[in-house]
């Protein structure tokens, strides 16, 4: 149901469980192998006592994947557990890869990984969380993009429907198909609700409320714009037409706008992407904008940037439901999409290019920096020699490799990989 957190140490205690280790980093998105350094192997990371390290990996909130006993794990984090909604997931893998155990943050991403692990490896998954053994979903572990605007009434609605106590499913903004899909009876009435809405709510609304990623928030602006400008605007912008910011799920603009500050800033702020549309993608809305500028059109090549982002990022079945608004120097409109929008699949992303130093070729003498990078990248470019020093580093990326006297042709190709969104 929610997606695979990012990141996750594997973490093994010795040779004899090696094998297994790196066929679950390989499955996970941008995982690192520890190892002992008292027994070097292919380690992506290296320890020298195990409890620290776990103890230090999940004080930096890195989820953990550990081949070894429960207990082990439990006693590293024991003295730092705190708030169960902040901390990161951490799960007991069997050493002969038999059982998965979610032990801290099932809905927070142990449960995922252990499905995840069970499915890849046929083992069982240990799941023990009542809402999913019962209800087949669990209200805190909501899709990603969505969002709980009220977390507080999770508890009691949650008490209710395990106790087969009448709960009303309100779907407003979409079908909320992860709450059918499970064993929960909804009533057409009740005292209890839950409300799937991209409306601003009341803040003490006795309903639990869900936000689905349903919006896209269309940004346009003059070069060098301010971020306050935009944020108001956007801000008013919604809070005018009583939509809630919880159910935005991307700000879009055009590609000529990849590189502003305050659109960037915006999507930090709402906790979404900002997601970017060549001209010619957005002239293919210019049918259904209800402004068409001169001014956008000798800037960026389309006719409208704020309603022909929101509506190309809503698609065919989107509807504007907020008309071009403007400030002094920034725009603005909104658009929303009859189901949940997926924002990896909008546009185009702002790209990033880093340069990294690769050490003297032992993964233990790179610079945690230097390979928290390249875990995050989706394609490295460099010298042939020094790309194959790198070797599982580079597993699941896109590798461009060339030969000495090269090296203005490769930046070129960074920079051309970065604006593309790489």
């Not at 594997?10 to 499955?27: H, K, N």
Request: hydrophobic fraction near 50%.
């Amino acid at each position: 149901m929610s997606a695979l957190p990012p990141g996750v140490a594997v973490v093994v205690l010795g040779p004899s469980g090696a094998t297994l280790a790196r066929r679950v980093r390989d499955l996970l998105p941008d995982a690192r192998l520890h190892g002992p350094r008292a027994h070097p192997g292919d380690w992506d990371e290296s320890y020298e006592r195990l409890v620290p390290h776990i103890a230090a990996l999940f004080a930096a909130s890195t989820p953990v994947i550990g081949l070894c006993a429960s207990g082990i794990l439990i006693r590293a984090v024991a003295p730092l557990l705190d708030d169960k909604h902040i901390e990161p997931p951490i799960v007991a893998l069997a050493e002969d890869g038999s059982v998965a155990v979610p032990l801290l943050g099932g809905h927070h991403g142990a449960n995922a990984l252990a499905r995840a692990l069970a499915e890849a490896l046929g083992c069982h998954a240990a799941i023990t969380t009542a809402g999913d053994l019962r209800l087949g979903f669990a209200l805190d572990e909501p899709p990603p993009g969505w969002r709980i605007a009220n977390p507080e009434r999770i508890k009691p609605v949650a008490a209710a429907l395990l106790a087969g106590r009448p709960v009303a499913l309100v779907e407003e903004a979409c079908r909320a198909g992860w709450l059918r899909a499970g064993s929960a009876r909804w009533a057409e009435r009740a005292d209890l609700r839950i409300i799937v809405t991209d409306r601003a709510m009341p803040a003490d609304s006795d309903a639990l409320v869900f936000h689905p990623p349903v919006l896209a928030l269309g940004i346009g602006c003059e070069r060098g714009c301010d971020a306050a400008e935009i944020a108001g605007l956007a801000q008013d912008c919604l809070a005018d037409a009583g939509f809630a910011a919880g159910a935005v799920a991307a700000v879009v603009s055009a590609d000529l706008k990849v590189d502003e500050p305050g659109i960037q800033a915006l999507a930090a702020s709402l906790g979404v992407p900002a997601r970017f549309f060549p001209a010619s993608r957005l002239l293919d809305e210019t049918a259904r904008l209800t402004v068409r500028s001169e001014a956008a059109f000798r800037a960026t090549g389309c006719w409208g940037v704020a309603e022909g982002a929101a509506l190309a990022a809503a698609g065919p079945g989107g509807a504007l439901i907020v008309r071009r608004r403007q400030s002094r120097r920034a725009t603005c409109a909104i658009a929303c999409a009859p189901m949940p929008l997926g924002a990896a699949a909008i546009g185009r992303p702002r790209g990033r290019l880093a340069i990294i130093g690769i050490g003297p070729g032992d993964p233990g003498w790179r610079t945690p920096e230097a390979s928290a990078l390249l875990a995050a990248s989706d394609d490295v470019v460099g010298y042939r020699l020094y790309l194959d020093l790198l070797s599982r580093a580079l597993v699941g990326k896109c590798r461009h490799d060339s030969e000495i006297g090269a090296e203005r042709n490769r930046v070129r190709l960074a920079l051309d990989l970065a604006a593309e969104g790489r």
